[in-house]
């Protein structure tokens, strides 16, 4: 059984999240504890609300030295929502800018469409060779609540390392980074603990990369 532990640094569903990872038959314990989110085999990093809240709750329980630390040794880590946006290297809400983890390039800003936040269900564009979305069909929905999000992939193709696989969705005719898979590193803008049986399917798919 994998252990995997739910951060927590004062945001997020955090019981959700708990709930919906043990459905999927994993050992979770919710914890801010430095060790036991080391050690663990697979790391979840919830998140709602602002983004600069978030940093801030994040970096009270050294979160960002902790991801790099588990990055680092190859050791899993998935965020989810803001958990996803704060690992970009900076946000901007209301004209404050604040910093994030910065494992990848690239801003989270309000989205550009008629009605926002978006809300509810909606599909992704997976891109080929997908591990996260595997087994699931294309026209499957996934459960979003979010008002900003990362409109513009800025990591640079090219180099000794496999790129990392991109996944979009779009609301109102704007175009945003609805889930990464780097390595270790995976990510998802919409809420897998709220998307019933797709988002078990999803998080199962996780479970299977953790050893």
Not at 99 to 112: A, K, M, S, Y
Not at 154 to 163: D, M, N, T, V, W
Request: aromatic fraction near 8%.
């Amino acid at each position: 059984m994998a252990r995997v532990v739910v951060l927590d640094y004062g945001s997020g569903n955090l019981r959700s999240a708990e709930r919906a990872l043990q459905r999927v038959g994993a050992e979770v314990e919710v914890t801010a504890d430095h060790r036991a989110a080391l050690d663990a085999d697979g790391l979840v990093v919830p998140g709602v609300g602002a983004y600069a809240a978030c940093v801030e709750g994040l970096n009270a329980v050294r979160g960002g030295r902790l991801i790099g630390q588990r990055l680092a040794g190859g050791r899993p880590v998935l965020g989810i929502c803001v958990g996803m946006q704060v690992l970009f290297e900076r946000g901007i809400e209301h004209g404050v800018e604040s910093e994030g983890c910065g494992e990848w390039p690239g801003t989270v800003e309000r989205l550009e469409a008629p009605v926002v936040p978006h809300m509810g269900w909606n599909t992704v564009r997976a891109p080929g060779g997908t591990r996260l979305f595997a087994g699931l069909d294309p026209d499957t929905r996934f459960y979003f609540v979010h008002s900003y999000a990362v409109r513009r992939w800025e990591l640079p193709e090219g180099g000794p390392l496999r790129a990392p696989l991109v996944t979009w969705s779009s609301h109102g005719g704007d175009d945003f980074v609805s889930a990464v898979e780097n390595g270790p590193l995976w990510a998802t803008q919409f809420h897998p603990e709220k998307s019933g049986d797709a988002g078990a399917h999803l998080l199962e798919n996780w479970l299977g990369t953790l050893n």
